[in-house]
């Protein structure tokens, strides 16, 4: 059974003081609702990274990062390695948010090395594919999504494979209040799954867990996540609130 997930991403916000006043409301919240077996996974920003680590320490939630350079150490001021956030408990990477590649050039070579790093160090990486709203109405989305996904991921042999997370994330829908309908986001997951299989084989694109991400709430967050081949959601603006975000949690069945 492939795992369900459901992620955290809370991008440049919350001082290191609010970081761990959320994630100790958070915890408490998913002990005291949460009886499901879905993985819940807490982005925050790098400097909250070893305390959240810490809070965490005994129970289920993992600690994810938002980025990570491909080499271990060097000059390469302002970055920081795989390793290091491994050393202080960091056990997920997003790479390749559309973010990342939007405002700070990321291509799929860059992504490629940094997403075969985190697996590299037995790391999970979360990779994030979606395609931009001109692509979208242009009907190219399936050729943006497949060489994302091909020239991000298939450099990974099946054993480092085990390691990826798929995050499709249309760049529309994201901080937009505008959502894929379920049906969308359906047809996307299962074309993923589909160029997965073609390039693995079956077995392991039916064990790859596929999260939706694009203004999940908890309003839409049951039916999106009740798509077959949907098997959780990354989570931006209402992971911020542990209200929500432990709502959207709860529809992970
Ligand atoms: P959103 O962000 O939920 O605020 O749309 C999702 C993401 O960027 O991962």
Redesign the pocket.
Known sequence: MRQKIVAG?W?MHKSLEESQALITEIRGLVRDEYRGDGKVVIVPTFLALPSAARLVEGTEIEIGAQNAHYEDQGAFTGEISVSMLKAVGVTNV?IG???RRQYFGENNALLAAKAKSVVRHGLKVIF?VGETLEQRESKQYFRVIEEQISQGLFGLDRKEFANVVI?Y?PVW????GLTATPEQAQEIHAYIRKIVSAQYNDEIANETSILY?????PENATSIFMQPDIDG???????LKARDFIDIVKAMR
């Open positions: 991403n991008k997003i948010h559309s973010e994030c995050a994330e829908a994201i901080g937009t991400g694009g203004s999940v709430k959601g990354l989570i931006g603006g209402a992971a």
